[in-house]
Structures are given as C-alpha cells and as structure tokens.
C-alpha cells in the first residue's frame, strides 16, 4: 500500500480522493494499493468524510517519509510550483492536473524529478481524463508524429454545439454554458483559445522533446463565430470547431488555434458537446483519434489516478516523459497553407472566388451573401489577398 | 542497442523491419534502440534489401544470447506457439500481431514470460495500429471499465460504409473489398463475425482478469445486411455497424458480435470505411473512444514495435499484463436489454408496434414495409415474441 498525499481540495482534488477511495479494488488489481494519507488544503472541511486527513501545512507532508505519490490539484504557478519542487527533491514523485504549471515549469520540474529517482507525471493537464500523453510517449513509440489537431476545450466544444444545434448566438450559447457549470464567471481563457493554446504547446513540446514557446502562438477564439457559418458548414456536410492545431515539419514546428472548419468524413465531427478529441496523424498509422471528456471532476481525476499507479509500480524510478528546457520559436504560420471557408457579401463574390478559386459552394446568393470553399492557399498569400477583398465578412480554415 | 529478431516475413513482419529502420531515430529518442538481427521465414527472399539478415533455422535465433525482443508476425497457433514459448523460456521478451495465438494461449505465455523475467506484448493483435492494450492496463488503472462496444473489423466495416454510401448489396460491397485488398478470397472470418469476437474475447479477459470462453459467444455477422436497412438507419439519423461488444456486470461479463444501429450522436458513427474504434464506458471517465487503422501493414507493424521498444526499456523485467488460466463463461445473452431496429412487411407492423412499443419511426408503410425503433427489451422476451411474428423481415439491436 503506497502512502498519497493531495494538495488541493477543489473539483479535482476531491474527486482524486474519490476515485481512489472508491475504486480501491480496480486500482488494487494494477499495483499494490494507493491510500491517501493527507489532504492539504488552507480551508476547512467540516463534515467532510475525508476531514480527518486534512492538513494545512504542507511540511507535515514533505516531512513524512511514508508518502511517496502527491496529486498537485491545487492550480497555478505559485504555490503549486514551490510545493512540487520541494516534493520532487525530497523524491516523492508528484501528479497534477495542473496545465499552468506544466506549460511553464514541466521541463523543470521534470528534470528534477529525474535526479531524485522519482516521477513528474501529467496526464490531466491535457484533454482531462483521455489518455494522450502516455499514448503519445509510451504507444506511438515508433512513430514520427506528424500533425496533431485537437478539440481541447469542452466550454467552446459545448457553444459551438449548442450553435449549431439549436441555431443561437454566441452570447446566448454562452451564457447557456456559465449556467450548466461548462464556462467561467470569466470565460475568456476558454473562449479566446489560451487555455487549448497552452494543451497543444503542452502535447508540441512532448513530441518535440523541446519547449515550445507559445507566447507567440496564433490565437484565434470563437467569439465572432455566427450561427450562418454553422449553417455554411452543414451545407457542405461539415461543422466549425475551435481547433488547437500543431504541425511538426522539416524546418520547424507550426502551432496555432482558431476555429475551423471541420469537413465531411473528419472524425473529428463526431467530438460534440463538451467532449475533446485529438487526431494525431503520424507515419505509420497514419490517423488516430482519442476521444473523451477533457473536463470534469472524475474524468480528470481518473487521469491522475491513473498517473498515480503508475508511480506506485515504479517506486524509486523515474518514468513519464518530458522536454528539455531547451526553447523552441514556433515558426510562422503564413508558411502554411490551408483551404478557407470563405463568408463574401454578395457584390463581392466573383471577385473573392477569381482570387482564391472555388472548390465548393455552400450557398449562393441567398440573404445577400454567398459562401465557398477556396482552394489551397498559403496564410502569407491569403492575407494579402484578403486586405483587397472588402467584401469577405468572415472565414474559416479548414 | 538491443538486438531483435522478426520471426515471419509477410506483410506484418516485413512492416515491422520497414518501421525498426525508417524511424530509427525517433525510437531512439524512446529507447536504447532497436536492431533487427535476424528475419526468420522458411521462403527465400532474393533481392530484399534485408535478404542478409535471412535464417530458416529458429535455433539460430534461439541460442543467440544477444536477442532479448522477438516480433512474432507468422499468425496461427501452430509453430508461432512452439517459437514463442522457447523464446520466452529463454528470456526473450515477444511482441506479437497474432491474436489467435493470443486468444487461445496468451495466459500461458504471459505466466512463462513473467516466470523468465521477460513479458509477452500483444498491443497489435487488437485494432491493429490503435493502443487499446496499454490504454486498458496503463492508462485506464482508476477505471471501473463497464463496457466495451468496438468496430474491430476493417473488412466489414468497409463493405457496411460502401453499402451505405453507394447503396450496393453485399455481395457487390464484397467483392469490391476483395478487389482492392481489404477482404480475404475466403473472407469468413470477418463476415460471419469470428475476427471481431476474438479480438473482444481478448480485450474482455484483459479487463476481467481471466480467460473469457469465446467459443460460446453470439456471433452474427454482416451477410443479411441490405441497403435498405442502411436507408432506415440513416433516416433515424444513424448506422449499422458490425459491433463487438463485452459487457462487465455484477454477476459476470457478456459478449457478443453482431451488427448493430448506431444511433445520432454516438461517436462510433465516425469510424468509416477501414477504420476502426472502440469506445469504453467506464465509472469515472464515462466515455472515451479510440480510433484507428485496425489493419495495414504499417499501422499494425506500429503496434508491435511499440510494444518492442516498451521491452527494451524494461530489460530483464515482466511488463505487460494479461489475463489468468482461469476460464470464465460468458452469460447468456437474453438477460441483456435493447432497443430493437425493426423492419416488418406492412402487415404485421400495427402487432409489431403493440407487442414492442414504437419509439421512432425511419418509415412507414412504403415499399410494403415498416420501420422503427422499439422500446427497450430483454433479449429474451423479444426473441419469445418475434417468434409469433412472422411479418418482422429483420432486426438490429441499438
């Protein structure tokens, strides 16, 4: 029986307690035993089934030998990141939700878990409990992974859907969401793409083995999507999604998120709702899909759990994987090129379609507009093209 | 470096020299690396770029103390056993494609490896390219897993997708499949159900811990299936799809093969033309699914050479995980209950809505017939009715 800690008795603190007290006999089959022996947190819990656990001072934790797994469920770069360094060194290997901190400090982090024999594992932070970072470093081994497009926010998942389906705009598919509990009081991580942005550098630089840097990453969110674009997309059989997208040439890695249009026969149109789904096109196997719930209490518990087991069976070892601290520039994204959904005011139509050729009509003419598929073109060269079109009220990569 | 050898050198197994050499560098920034030493194969293979790493003799292999991972591409439960079992007995790990030989005889394998402190790894011998296997037993530890419905046959689920899309009969689809290389001149196997229940026959020992008794298992496969019944799903929003499905209740676990309505918004409706998915349902996650080339040579030879480099990170270790010689039976069937997609001559459709309650209708009264969706029923109790039903023409469970 292996001695956890948790630090961090929120949604997904509490519902790692709950996952391991319950599924103490499923998680008893795959190692030896995980019991949580504190639980840190600087509030009270009274009448809480797990009261007596509880600790307010992480020193009674960093100073019991006995606890060899801490579940880093507290959030952010502060104190998370003090905490998780001082575990790490004192060899206690530690798990976490925690994308902030992973974004920030992982290789770090990592680095010091590797010279204390212990492990920073973290796959949480990334598509919720989906298995995407020990599918990505412990399954596609053989792989040279070639692009990776992800659906990473189930709060933007979840509009867009609502959108669509019952034809609402964003504000009122928005505010739907805050009420269910699927968007923040203050939705803009989610709904201006830092918070995808930050899991696709987080999968880029596992793949890379190198930090990418995404403060310079393309962020595109989706409050401008209108429900006539959703209509657009049906009309030539696919749907928009807000895609964090990461793209591994020769010369360099490509990452950018904005919505996109998704179309027909994409497996991706089958990740609704508040669900993620990431597509990994690599050599061999060419396309995967991992899909799920990126979010929710015991979905991203479960992940951490999972992470949990896996340091019980390898104590005194260092497994997970992460990059060197080595930074990466992402490169431009203008070198890419894309087909573009394209939104033209009717006066402007032959002109747009002279300029980008028309692949796909899906309309016509109708309410004043009409709305194509271009062919490939680069971002570079689009741009340019689009400062002299305007008539393109919006558009979409596809 | 670990030295390597691949026994059998048809399509898999050449994959597997083709991924080792191709993609040497990215399996060295996950491993050691990887070498392969010797190809074993009774033919001869003049001109082939890896003609000198030839042998016909096993023994060679055998007693080179040097080969710690064997890939095992040659199929069958014949000679593939025999090799398999001196190759583990002499502490040589084995990574194998071959899922009869796993069905039948991976328990026993799994005990000898752990016994020579070696593993038996057979993530490609279930969906191919996807990592189902290290999904269940690595990733999926917290999980209480409740069912697994997968779409494990890329031959079949070709033949539905071109009936639906094209509206051809089977026999048409089929042989178009066996043209273009998806399906075998005796394609038996696939299209009555027998691959898809061997594959789910393994992942439910995987999940149980035991050895689930197939040879008891429902199996019905695609050859009733006509265009027109694709017609009805599609206007009920949905397909029908060949499913294996297990199924982990209280008192003991279900499976069993046969085609299946999908209905509107399950993410299985994505998996098209060869791919497959599976999608696992368990306690804490919910649903998560996984998508992929179930079949290929390169996407197969993928899964084999990850769980070769998961060997060479283990040297001299038992990974893995498997499943006792403990037999279990599978429960009947009739105990599970369905919604039921009926199609019946006009005639018998007013008893066949009375006797099973109508929840959706794909259609009414055209062609002579009727179509919809029942309420939900036990196997049992329906198969009882049908049987004072003779206008019901076919039938397919949600």
Chains 1, 2 share one sequence.
């Not at 027909?264 to 597509?279: A, E, I, M, Y």
Request: hydrophobic share 40%.
């Amino acid at each position: 029986m292996t001695e956890a800690a948790v630090l961090g008795y929120g949604t997904v603190g509490s519902g790692v307690v709950e996952v391991i007290e319950k599924n103490a006999e499923v998680i008893a089959k795959r190692c030896e035993g995980l019991h949580v022996k504190y639980i840190l947190d600087l509030r009270d819990f009274p009448g809480d089934p797990y009261e007596d656990r509880l600790v307010h001072d992480v020193d009674v934790i960093l100073s019991d030998e006995s606890v060899k797994v801490v579940c880093e469920t507290m959030g952010g770069a502060g104190a998370a990141y003090d905490f998780t360094k001082r575990a790490l060194m004192a060899g206690k290997s530690v798990c976490t939700s925690n994308k902030e901190l992973v974004e920030l400090h992982g290789a770090e982090l990592a680095r010091i878990a590797k010279e204390h024999n212990c492990s920073y594992l973290f796959e949480a932070s990334v598509g919720g409990g989906i298995p995407l970072i020990r599918t990505i470093y412990r399954a596609l081994t053989a792989e040279r992974i070639e692009s990776i497009f992800g659906i990473l926010n189930g709060t933007t998942n979840y509009i867009l859907h609502r959108m669509e389906l019952a034809g609402i705009a964003f504000d009122e598919a928005l505010k739907e969401a805050q009420e269910l509990g699927y968007a923040e009081k203050d939705p803009t991580a989610d709904i201006e793409g830092h918070d995808p942005a930050r899991k696709i550098a987080i999968l880029a630089s596992l793949v890379l083995g190198k930090k990418v840097d995404y403060s310079s990453m393309y962020m595109e969110g989706i409050t401008k999507v209108e429900p006539v674009d959703m209509e657009y997309a049906k009309a030539l059989g696919g749907s928009i999604k807000l895609v964090a997208m990461c793209e591994f040439a020769e010369n360099g890695v490509y990452a950018m998120v904005s919505p996109r249009f998704i179309p027909k026969d994409n497996p991706l149109l089958c990740v609704r709702d508040v669900f993620n789904g990431v597509l990994i096109h690599s050599d061999m196997l060419d396309d995967s899909m991992y899909y799920g719930r990126g979010a929710g209490k015991l979905a991203t518990a479960s992940a951490v759990v999972g992470d949990a087991v896996e340091c019980v069976n390898h104590p005194g070892k260092n497994v997970g994987h992460c990059w060197s601290e080595e930074k990466v520039q992402l490169k431009d994204i203008g070198d890419l090129s894309f087909r573009y959904l394209l939104r033209v005011k009717q006066e402007g139509a032959a002109a747009a379609e002279a300029a980008f050729g028309c692949e796909a009509k899906a309309q016509e003419g109708v309410n004043g507009e009409t709305a194509f598929l271009t062919a490939p073109v680069t971002e570079r060269d689009f741009q340019k093209k689009l400062a002299d079109l305007p008539a393109v009220i919006r558009y979409y990569r596809v």
